[in-house]
T-cell receptor
Framework: QQQVKQSPQSLIVQKGGISIINCAYE??????FPWYQQFPGKGPALLIA?????SEKKEGRFTISFNKSAKQFSLHIMDSQPGDSATYFC?????????????FGKGTMLLVSP | ETGVTQSPTHLIKTRGQQVTLRCSSQ?????VSWYQQALGQGPQFIFQ???????GRGNFPPRFSGLQFPNYSSELNVNALELDDSALYLC???????????FGPGTRLTVT
């Protein structure tokens, strides 16, 4: 079964610092790698996603870096803010006959201290 | 554009009972996937519905079942509830042609 290994489990960063979360995946039938942000009591919200025809994608303060040969991708949050404090999940697609689903990492709880 | 909605928000049931959770998919989406998220864990895929049929299933027993209606809304039914079924149940809608899934706010189920 598709595994996605996410690290670290938790992260404390000072306001203005850089938060880095890493994910490693196994074989996948196609390439689409999203990151989700989840606040307590809420559902996951799509934050940013990448297709590995590019090695990096940036949206505002959020950047995904992708290393296809190493089967790894990471999320960088620049100028981290207290409002970024949330749990972040990486995911990788798993394609079965007729449908696709997402396999999620276990999550990283980010706390940005003021 | 209306996002994914789920009801109820919270639910408390007793072991052995049955529960039905509901989801309205986002406008323009024809596929609904259900996930179970235990405390401190990532979402785990339960099953997916497309064209009113179960399109795929994760490692969940048959007492987890579902429906999809012509308007693409969906239900998740769980029979013979067990304590370990306590979790946040998430519905995600998507278009079958694309991988992006959009999640609803979830239903928090507590089994006592």
């Amino acid at each position: 079964q598709q595994q996605v290994k996410q690290s670290p489990q938790s992260l404390i960063v000072q306001k203005g610092g850089i938060s880095i979360i890493n994910c490693a995946y196994e074989n996948t039938a196609f390439d689409y790698f999203p990151w989700y942000q989840q606040f307590p009591g809420k559902g996951p919200a799509l934050l940013i996603a990448i297709r590995p025809d590019v090695s990096e994608k940036k949206e505002g303060r959020f950047t995904i870096s992708f290393n296809k040969s190493a089967k790894q991708f990471s999320l960088h949050i620049m100028d981290s803010q207290p409002g970024d404090s949330a749990t972040y999940f990486c995911a990788a697609p798993r394609f079965y006959s007729g449908y696709s689903t997402l396999t999620f990492g276990k999550g990283t709880m980010l706390l940005v201290s003021p | 554009e209306t996002g994914v909605t789920q009801s109820p928000t919270h639910l408390i049931k007793t072991r052995g009972q049955q529960v039905t959770l509901r989801c309205s998919s986002q406008s323009g989406h024809n596929t609904v996937s259900w996930y179970q998220q235990a405390l401190g864990q990532g979402p785990q895929f339960i099953f997916q519905y497309y064209r009113e049929e179960e399109n795929g299933r994760g490692n969940f027993p048959p007492r987890f079942s579902g429906l999809q209606f012509p308007n693409y809304s969906s239900e998740l039914n769980v029979n013979a509830l067990e304590l370990d079924d306590s979790a946040l149940y998430l519905c995600a809608s998507s278009n079958i042609l694309y991988e992006t899934q959009y999640f609803g706010p979830g239903t928090r189920l507590t089994v006592t």
